[in-house]
């Protein structure tokens, strides 16, 4: 089992910036591939990024290429999400979450590869 908190969300004007945290503890962080979702009032839930157990392998959605950067610290077991230019459509729930590390990498976006999940933290973008 691996439990996930996020922290750092919070209220910020358009174009402003954010930093995310997302710690694991239970097992060992780095067999983890790990993937920030988020989801908006009355939405799906949608990838925003994700990246491989060790660091090599990034990927973004479409909509926060250029703005948003993963990263993550293994000997700290913490996962972040780096958020800058942010817009007024960024407001939403964000997850972090936990995969195996032998999913496939066309299964890095869906939802349903990770196993683990936190409680969300919110992340408001006022325009």
């Known amino acids: 089992q691996v439990q996930l908190a996020e922290s750092g969300g919070g209220l910020v004007q358009a174009g402003g910036s954010l930093r995310l945290s997302c710690v694991a503890s239970?097992?060992?962080?780095?067999?983890?591939?790990m993937g920030w979702f988020r989801q908006a009032p009355g939405e799906e839930r949608e990838f925003v990024a994700s990246?491989?157990?060790?660091?090599?392998?990034?990927e973004y959605a479409s909509s926060v290429k250029g703005r948003f950067t993963v990263s993550r610290v293994n000997a700290k077991s913490t996962l972040y999400l780096q958020m800058n230019s942010l817009r007024a459509e960024d407001t939403a729930v964000y997850f972090c979450a936990a995969r195996n590390r032998w999913v496939l990498q066309s299964q890095y976006s869906a939802a349903s590869s990770y196993l683990y999940w936190g409680q969300g933290t919110q992340v408001t973008v006022s325009s």
């Open positions: 990246i491989t157990s060790d660091g090599s392998g990034i």
């Open positions: 239970g097992r060992t962080f780095s067999d983890y591939g």
